[in-house]
């Protein structure tokens, strides 16, 4: 089946550290995009890449970074410079074209302890 | 610049009442337009789109949309609500290829029993 995986589901961090939340798509898709999700906030676009090797900040970058080395695989860095980083972050990718709608991993929530 | 706003970050209704999802975009071009829904802790799975074929939109789960230029609008609707309906619903808007989507604050819905 084709789909989007997040891993891990939960992930604990202790003050201080970076942590990486890993995205893999099979999907054959051009774009990925990284989202964070936070109560009575909707969805907060982080970076996104359109294509291998290329990727673009979002509207809330700072204390995030990402790499984009595979066409499948876009994993997102929460470093200790993201000053609040406990939230549900969520991968999603689509066709690279109009008109196609984004498809969604489950989500990883990240808590900072 | 795109935008979305829902009217109402909670709505409940009883089970098999009338279900009424607001949804207002701004957007300098036609927009393509899109609802996803969400449960607790999962990511985003696709309802319905607005892809300028036809203003009125049926999706998965009994529920459509209305395209309505003049008003910016993309309310979603569904006749009877039923308990597994409850859950937290997004719009969304894109203007161009697919790196763009903008998410509104997103509406969560209660069915009453």
């Known amino acids: 089946d084709g789909g989007i995986t997040q891993s891990p589901k939960y992930l604990f961090r202790k003050e201080g550290q970076n942590v990486t939340l890993s995205c893999e798509q099979n999907?054959?898709?051009?774009?990925m995009y990284w989202y964070r999700q936070d109560p009575g906030q909707g969805l907060r676009l982080i970076y996104y890449s359109q294509i291998v090797n290329d990727f673009q900040k979002g509207d809330i970058a700072e204390g995030y970074s990402v790499s984009r080395e595979k066409k499948e695989s876009f994993p997102l860095t929460v470093t200790s410079a993201q000053k609040n980083p406990t939230a549900f972050y969520l991968c999603?990718?689509?066709?690279?074209?109009?008109?196609?709608?984004?498809?969604f991993g489950q989500g990883t929530r990240l808590t900072v302890v | 610049a795109q935008s979305v706003t829902q009217l109402g970050s909670h709505v409940s209704v009883s089970e098999g009442a009338l279900v009424l999802l607001r949804c207002n975009y701004s957007s300098s071009v036609p927009p393509y337009l899109f609802w996803y829904v969400q449960y607790p802790n999962q990511g985003l799975q696709l309802l319905l789109k607005y892809t300028s074929a036809a203003t009125l939109v049926k999706g998965i789960n009994g529920f459509e949309a209305e395209f309505k230029k003049s008003e910016t609008s993309f309310h979603l609707t569904k006749p009877s609500a039923h308990m597994s309906d409850a859950a937290e619903y997004f719009c969304?808007?894109?203007?161009?290829?697919?790196?763009?989507?903008?998410f509104g604050p997103g509406t969560r819905l209660s069915v009453l029993p």
């Open positions: 999603a990718s689509s066709i690279e074209t109009m008109n196609t709608e984004a498809f």
């Open positions: 999907l054959n898709h051009d774009a």
């Open positions: 969304a808007v894109s203007e161009s290829y697919g790196q763009n989507f903008v």
